[in-house]
């Protein structure tokens, strides 16, 4: 008995799949409705391994359906036979990545699914969505204008009151009195540096922004920032962290009380 060379065992294992899928359709009847007998053998044709798609010769190869022995036409004419269930019958049906990647290359087949196991996960719509969210987020403190100066006579104060008492305290509000016609940004910033303050003498390390209104009365600029507190950093478009605030805010000039 020949040992089939290791470079068609791609060849048998597609005429063992075609001749297995050839296998699953019916038999025609007989005259008297019997069934015809099952053929000695099945005989398929497949592309020789090696070559170009579209390039490809055809290899001949019979099955016998009675005892088991595979015949392989070779391109020299020879014939190869073997027992399905002799060693070199199971060496011939063993499948390597290696065998996988030389049939992908031949016949343009993707069999990325069976032998890329090892490639990255796919990151899921969810984390996709939370990654461009976060790609989204601000610094705490809004990125002032160069030709804005900060004027310690623009804060005249700010206090910090709980909006949900009697429950634990996350929800807070800020409210801010500027002199009349400083700039947003700034007045938005004494807010978030009176907030980091009192966060830090409350052992707070993070508040994310809900919303700020701003409204002139008496001659003054007044700011209500709303904040939820937390103890972990939270999904926020502008994030106060505490610490790093408060550096910011000193860097700045702007009073943190």
């Known amino acids: 008995m020949t040992t089939v060379p290791r470079s068609i065992h791609l060849t048998v294992m597609a005429a063992f799949g075609a001749v297995a899928l050839a296998g699953c359709e019916p038999l025609a009847a007989t005259p008297d409705g ?8 099945m005989v398929a044709q497949v592309a020789a391994p090696g070559q170009k798609a579209g390039d490809a010769t055809l290899t001949r190869a019979r099955i016998s359906t009675k005892s088991g022995e595979i015949l392989i036409l070779e ?9 399905l269930d002799s060693p070199e019958g199971q060496d011939a049906f063993t499948i390597s990545e290696a065998d996988l990647a030389a049939l992908n290359a ?16 796919e990151k899921t719509a969810q984390e996709k969505a939370l990654e461009a969210f976060a790609a989204r987020s601000e610094p705490a403190l809004p990125t002032l204008r160069e030709d804005l100066v900060v004027d310690p006579a623009q804060f005249i104060a700010a206090k910090v009151e709980p909006m949900n008492r009697g429950r634990a305290t996350d929800l807070v509000e800020v409210t801010a009195n500027l002199r009349q016609g400083v700039d947003a940004d700034i007045a938005f910033s004494y807010a978030t540096c009176a907030l980091a303050g009192w966060a830090k003498e409350n052992g707070t390390p993070y508040g994310r922004h809900i919303r700020t209104l701003q409204a002139e009365r008496n001659g003054k600029l007044l700011i209500g920032s709303a904040f939820i507190l937390s103890q972990d950093k939270p999904l926020g478009l502008r994030v106060m962290e505490t610490e790093e605030t408060l550096r910011e805010c000193r860097a700045r000039g702007i009073p943190a009380a």
Do not use: C, I, W, Y
Request: glycine letters at 10%; a negative charge.
């Open 75 to 83: 391109e020299d004419g020879s014939v190869t036979t073997m027992d």
């Open 106 to 121: 031949n016949l343009d087949l993707d069999f990325g699914g069976l032998v890329a196991a090892s490639l990255p996960k």
């Open 34 to 41: 019997r069934p015809k007998a099952k053929p000695a053998q």
